[in-house]
């Protein structure tokens, strides 16, 4: 059974960084396209950003430029570095991979941002 546990959430001051990691675990197979997504309270659940196997990667406009995902194939794992955090960047985020065309997500890490 494909598991997705992340780590690295916490609460961290305006203007400081943070680094989430997302591990899968209960497959032999290399996971295609991994994202993060994030959800606050009465929203939907809103992508993030995401990368492909092969590297190519796309951001939220609220996040480009402050945010880098990055990957590692061989542990299938994805990281996610957030620097100059905002207080809007406050938020529960989840990630996702695509193994074998299946979505799979994680449990969810809390991100707070305090001014």
């Known amino acids: 059974q494909v598991q997705l546990v992340e780590s690295g959430g916490g609460l961290v001051q305006a203007g400081g960084s943070l680094r989430l990691s997302c591990a899968a675990s209960?497959?032999?197979?290399?996971?295609?396209?991994m994202g993060w997504y994030r959800q606050t309270p009465g929203k939907q659940r809103e992508l993030v950003a995401r990368?492909?196997?092969?590297?190519?990667?796309n951001y939220a406009d609220s996040v480009q430029g402050r945010f880098s995902i990055s990957r590692e194939n061989a542990k299938n794992t994805v990281y996610l570095q957030m620097d100059s955090l905002k207080p809007e960047d406050t938020a529960v985020y989840y990630c996702t991979m695509e193994i074998r065309w299946n979505d799979y997500w994680g449990q969810g890490t809390q991100v707070t941002v305090s001014s």
């Open positions: 209960g497959t032999i197979f290399s996971a295609n396209l």
């Open positions: 990368i492909t196997r092969g590297g190519s990667t």
